[in-house]
């Protein structure tokens, strides 16, 4: 179907993209040479939440608390920390011989500075500064963070899903809804941009002042230790080409290979397949609230009866079923959160008459539906074209726009006209982990202009994700995560279509990969 159209036109594209990257072959000694889902295409995991940025940062930049296997919060860059008896004043000391990658020590001002920046990007942040009287660097090495009222959360805030990474302060005071462009950081590798090739290329090298923790790595936590000297991304756009410079051993490992190619890569010699995650990938459609046609709710209503998760799940893993997990919700099957709550709109007979007829009486006026389409990234294809064909089939006047995943980053950042180079509609996906709970759902907002992309408003959601981050207990937190998928699924803030398991493809020598959320490069070891 449409994922094999893909692959077969996948060698022409390779052609024809005359990308520059260094030759293959032209690899030192000790590299490990990746190719990731799509090219870094911003440096910046503040500003963006692309999967490829968030990777880079967890290379380049330090955390202070990191999560482990069991999702508990972990110290990385602190030695310890204090709390007041009345939960009212956090005092956090870092530990010895902590370095930025210019050789600047790491200080408790650089922290402070972090967390104002993270804080007002992620949903984690923005809870904890809403209640933070004040952030203050009490000398070089200790910090304190003084509260309005307790945040018994503050720990897994800082090393949890909305993960913040400690920047130099002068990077750190840059507006956050700016970008940074440059990458100093104090983590266990070294970003090397003097080897960057727009759209094909990026390097890190070992920092070998880094000093990691004496503990086994788990997820997030314990020891970051950098075993291979140098990391490259090499960026293949077409998979097929991909998959045969894996099989050949010219690349070591292939973070997304299409779902089509994983049959013939388990039965290759020299080659593993390996999940680099617990937890399934949710796909969604995400909808611009505030530019027509999607911000009249009775259109945003009138889709639903017609998503078969099904149906895009099955165009994403053809007849491997065990990789699908349907119906997904609005949180992550398979963790606390999620529950059956409203999912009778996702789950009851599906109804394209009954959509083409709402669409109608929405009020709909054949304007162009501008649907933004990733043509580099293996899972998001399939979704993107079932998406515009069903778009089609309910009577929407579709302008399907394909092109590749950096260019749709910057493109989605656009709130202006669709006509002026805004948008309508693109598909995309989330780590399981960040789509577990409301405080780190960045899809799930409802405040507007300063949520993600979409931008939808609705103060029902936003005051249960407030009374979430106040419930006294992991019952009453289900609870109110029930009423949010709900409302959800009323309001339509987003469209989930189903949920993913897609493993990496490695050569047979690699071996130490952590099981996290995202791609981790430490503790991988290259025999």
């Known amino acids: 179907m449409r994922r094999r159209q893909f692959l077969a036109g996948g060698a022409a ?6 990308l520059a990257r260094p030759s293959l072959a032209a690899t030192p000694a000790g590299t490990l040479r990746f190719v990731p889902q799509a090219d ?3 440096l910046d995991p503040v500003w963006t939440t692309a999967t490829v940025a968030f990777n880079h940062g967890m290379m380049v930049y330090d955390t202070l608390y990191g999560i482990d296997a069991s999702l508990t919060p972990r110290p990385q860059m602190v030695a310890g920390h204090e709390v007041s008896d009345d939960g009212l004043s ?3 000391t870092l530990r010895d011989g902590l370095l930025f990658h210019d050789n600047e020590p790491v200080r408790a001002a650089d922290c402070v500075a972090s967390i104002n920046r993270w804080g007002k990007r992620k949903g984690f942040g923005q809870q904890l500064l809403a209640l933070a009287d004040e952030i203050a660097a009490l000398d070089d090495r200790r910090f304190r963070i003084r509260l309005k009222a307790p945040f018994p959360l503050m720990t897994f805030a800082l090393g949890g899903p909305d993960i913040c990474m400690i920047m130099p302060e002068r990077q750190a005071k840059v507006d956050a809804f700016a970008q940074i462009t440059d990458a100093i950081g104090s983590g266990p590798f070294r970003y090397l941009p003097g080897e960057r090739v727009s759209g094909s290329f990026s390097a890190w090298e070992r920092f070998a002042k880094y000093q990691p923790r004496q503990e086994p790595p788990s997820f997030w936590a314990g020891g970051k230790v950098a075993n291979v000297a140098r990391v490259e991304w090499r960026v293949i756009p077409d998979p097929a080409t991909a998959a045969n410079a894996l099989q050949q051993g010219e690349v070591d490992w292939l973070e997304s290979p299409l779902f089509d190619l994983l049959s013939t890569l388990r039965r290759q010699p020299g080659v593993k397949l390996v999940s680099t995650s617990s937890l399934p990938t949710p796909g969604v459609i995400a909808l611009n609230h505030t530019q027509p046609p999607f911000d009249n709710p009775k259109l945003v209503r009138a889709i639903l009866p017609a998503i078969d998760q099904a149906e895009f799940m099955t165009a994403v893993v053809g007849d491997q079923t ?3 997990t349907v119906p997904t919700g609005v ?3 398979g963790t606390p959160m999620a529950s059956d709550a409203g999912m009778e709109a996702l789950t009851g007979k599906r109804d394209l008459a009954l959509a083409r007829r709402l669409v109608a009486e929405s009020g709909y006026k054949g304007e162009p539906v501008v649907f933004l389409s990733a043509s580099d990234q293996a899972a998001l294809v399939p979704i993107a074209q079932v998406g515009q064909s069903l778009f089609r089939q309910i009577g929407l006047n579709v ?10 980053v910057g493109r989605r950042a656009s709130d202006k006209p669709a006509a002026e180079g805004g948008w309508n509609a693109f598909c995309t996906s989330w780590a399981g982990l960040s789509l577990s709970n409301p405080g780190s759902h960045f899809p799930l907002r409802g405040n507007g202009k300063g949520g993600w992309f979409g931008w939808p408003t609705s103060p029902r959601l936003e005051a249960l994700r407030d009374a979430w981050f106040k419930a006294s207990d992991l019952a009453e937190q289900k609870r109110i995560c029930a009423g949010m998928q709900r409302i959800a699924l009323e309001e339509v803030p987003f469209v989930p279509v189903g949920s993913y398991s897609l493993p990496s493809a490695l050569r047979g020598n ?3 990969v952590v099981q996290a959320s995202g791609t981790m490069f ?4 290259k025999g």
């Open 13 to 18: 594209l390779a052609a024809g993209t005359g």
């Open 40 to 42: 870094l295409s911003s």
């Open 90 to 92: 956090w005092t956090f």
């Open 322 to 324: 065990d990789l699908m």
């Open 331 to 333: 949180f992550t099957p």
């Open 399 to 408: 302008d399907f726009q394909t092109m590749d995943w950096g260019t749709l």
């Open 510 to 512: 690699l071996d130490g």
């Open 522 to 525: 430490w503790g991988v070891r």
